[in-house]
Nanobody, 123 residues
């Protein structure tokens, strides 16, 4: 069965940090761009960051640039999202998903969505 499992979410105070993990099972991530997305209550799912299959090229939403860092470890079949200087507006369920070979801003193009991990930023 092809799937992602996200982990690492939780409750953190503003200014704090979390590291999310996205572990794939049933397929290898080597030939996929992997995106992180988030969805807050009452809002549409939005792209946060993406890392190309090379592991060199990355993209970030303007709202997280300079605060979030995406990385991948193909040997562990896992992608990470390091989130620093968290803000209350970062509160959402975070998901990862795969797109063969590339990254895209079009959320509908991605496959193999995980179940998500909740991130809550609150004092």
């Amino acid at each position: 069965q092809l799937q992602f499992v996200e982990s690492g979410g939780g409750l953190v105070q503003p200014g704090g940090s979390l590291r999310l993990s996205c572990a794939a099972s049933g397929f290898t991530l080597d030939y996929y761009g992997i995106g992180w997305f988030r969805q807050a209550p009452g809002k549409e799912r939005e792209g946060v960051s993406c890392i190309y299959m090379s592991g060199i090229t990355t993209t970030y939403a303007d709202s997280v640039k300079g605060r979030f860092t995406i990385s991948r470890d193909n040997a562990k079949n896992t992608v990470y999202l390091q989130m620093n200087s968290l803000k209350p507006e970062d509160t959402a369920v975070y998901y990862c998903a795969a797109l063969k070979y590339y990254c895209s801003e079009d959320v509908s193009r991605y496959n193999y969505w995980g179940q998500g991990t909740q991130v809550t930023v609150s004092s």
